[in-house]
């Protein structure tokens, strides 16, 4: 093998697009080198492993429409029970486990500063977008597993929403995350507590409900959770006339910008001392 | 030009009982393509240097400036996962440098022999096979700068001596920088001979003046004709205490 390391002409100083650009592009580099490794990881034991992960927020759906059709519930809104969950449930997931898996990160990966290039940062951002990927592909499989069952309003009618409260609640759930990642290199129950707080979650979001069909007070109270708005905004890709009188996008993109510039703050101050 | 530059560094590590300062205003220039050697005695913060060149450990406060891609120290186990196979740890570390990991994997499995184990998980690997791979996979990426904690080459028998022809390959066309106790080590791989003490690295053009001061400051340095031996030792124990990263 000839080596031949490229020696640098000049020294970089200053920040320049052309230095950002190069930034950029390592920083890239690294995302996707941490995404695979953490893939190729989670097939470790098992090559269904990885399976198992996309197939578990379906399973958890089929659990749940078994118990609603014993009990015998009908849609809050909509002819189909099965879409209105699941319109629910994909957010509420794409949440929970996007936030909830980056808690983790830095210690699971067992790499912090083990490569000069490798940051803390990127460790839970890998971790943060492979998730994110692996809900999108999610999405895909269940409401084509949906549309297939009979329900032709599993597609969506106006899929710019529907793909647009995905981006924003993959947003939000990602700066929760960071600032959970945080966290979870000091204090490592806070997974557990995390877990248990972010589940709670499901009865606050509108999983179950339409959030318009509420007694005012209750509204207003549950308005409050920015994971509602996003489940409101990807809902009403897929119902014509949803009713979106408490969705707020703007809270909604607020709060993600929020956590996410929390999150990144709080890297930065504690980078030295992320285990 | 200069290959790692260390202006005004402070490191203080928190122990459990008071605090330990092993730096507080260091400074330093390693020029690119120079080798350059460290001597020092034990606990004078040899590793801690390596570490915060490396990057894996970051200072209070000063600057270190580095010109170039930059290796992990040889032999050093983090970067892997024991349930990986060889190749795809090779892969992972090339791709996060922007290097080419088939290239990579192709040298290790000839340079170290390993045939058909370089598909197996690395906890499955034997000991003398474990330390070949290390060795192999820390000189198979064209770094600018490889750095070193003690253990520069190592296996046994033949092995060890082409890895030491590839330790003084590799020096020819990049920047080597590593720590040792053994002045034969010196004599051997530097170009430029440096003493850490107290807290102060002074560097020396000719490797004899270097070795002349460390044995002057450390009374406990063992005798020359014994050192081959003693660079062994350590390696070995650094083999041991390192195991490979956790289990998934």
Redesign the interface.
């Known amino acids: 093998?000839s080596?031949?390391?490229?020696?640098?002409d000049a020294?970089r100083r200053g920040f320049g697009p052309v230095r950002l650009a190069e930034g950029l592009r390592?920083q890239g580099?690294?995302v996707?080198?941490?995404m695979?490794?953490e893939m190729?990881?989670r097939s470790?034991?098992s090559r269904l492993s990885y399976l198992l992960a996309l197939l578990e927020p379906i399973l958890q759906l089929t659990m749940m429409m078994g118990i609603f059709t014993i009990i015998g519930r009908r849609p809050d809104f909509g002819t189909s029970l099965l879409l209105f969950l699941g319109t629910g449930i994909l957010p509420f997931f794409l949440f929970t486990h996007v936030s909830g898996r980056t808690t983790g990160a830095i210690r699971?990966s067992?790499?912090v500063?083990?490569?000069?290039?490798?940051q803390p940062l990127d460790i839970m951002l890998a971790r943060a977008l492979l998730e994110t990927a692996t809900l999108l592909i999610v999405a895909i499989m269940l409401f084509t597993f949906i549309y297939a069952t009979g329900v032709k309003e599993a597609l969506p009618i106006r899929p710019m929403l529907a793909i647009e409260g995905f981006a924003a609640t993959a947003l939000l759930a990602i700066g929760v995350g960071l600032i959970n990642g945080v966290i979870g290199a000091f204090f490592r129950l806070w997974a557990l507590i995390y877990g248990v707080l972010s589940r709670s979650l499901i009865f606050l979001s509108g999983v179950f409900f339409v959030p318009d069909f509420m007694p005012p007070p209750i509204r207003y109270v549950l308005s409050w959770n920015p994971l509602l708005h996003g489940l409101e905004w990807f809902r009403s890709g897929f119902y014509l006339t949803y009713p979106t009188l408490t969705l707020d996008k703007g809270y909604l993109i607020q709060c993600a910008v929020i956590c996410l510039l929390l999150g990144l703050a709080a890297e930065r101050v504690f980078?030295?001392r992320l285990i | 030009?200069m290959a790692v530059q260390l202006s005004d560094v402070a490191k203080t590590y928190r122990a459990s009982h008071g605090s330990k300062r092993v730096f507080e205003h260091l400074d330093a220039v390693f020029q690119?393509g120079v080798s350059v050697g460290i001597l020092g005695a034990r606990s004078v913060g040899k590793s801690t240097l390596i570490k915060l060149i490396?990057?894996?450990?970051?200072p209070?406060h000063g600057k270190i400036r580095?010109?170039?891609?930059?290796s992990?120290p040889v032999a050093?186990t983090?970067?892997y996962?024991a349930?990986?196979t060889g190749r795809?740890n090779l892969h992972?570390?090339a791709?996060?440098?922007?290097f080419d990991g088939d290239?990579a994997a192709?040298?290790v499995t000839r340079f170290a022999e390993m045939g058909e184990a370089i598909d197996q998980p690395l906890s499955s690997y034997t000991r003398e096979r474990r330390s070949r791979f290390l060795f192999a996979a820390s000189y198979?990426l064209?770094?600018?700068i490889f750095i070193a904690d003690e253990a520069l080459y190592g296996g046994a028998g033949e092995f060890r001596e082409r890895c030491a022809e590839l330790v003084q390959?590799?020096r020819s066309?990049?920047t080597l920088l590593f720590t040792t106790r053994s002045p034969q080590m010196l004599r051997r791989f530097a170009d430029v001979g440096a003493v850490l003490h107290d807290g102060r690295l002074q560097m020396f053009e000719r490797i004899g003046d270097a070795i002349r001061l460390f044995r002057a400051l450390d009374t406990s340095a063992a005798p020359e004709s014994d050192d081959g031996r003693d660079e062994e030792q350590d390696e070995e124990e650094r083999l041991v205490d390192e195991p490979f990263?956790?289990l998934?």
């Not at chain 1, 500063?113 to 490798?118: G, S, Y």
Request: proline share 8%; aromatic share 6%.
């Open positions: 093998m080596l031949t390391p490229p020696f640098d020294p390592t580099r690294v996707i080198a941490l695979l490794r190729r990881l470790v034991h699971a067992g790499l500063r083990a490569l000069a290039l490798v980078r030295a | 030009m690119q490396g990057g894996s450990t970051l209070d580095r010109n170039g891609s930059i992990p050093n983090q970067a996962h349930s990986l795809e992972f570390v791709r996060v440098n922007g290239a192709q040298f198979a064209p770094f600018d390959q590799r066309h990049a990263g956790p998934a």
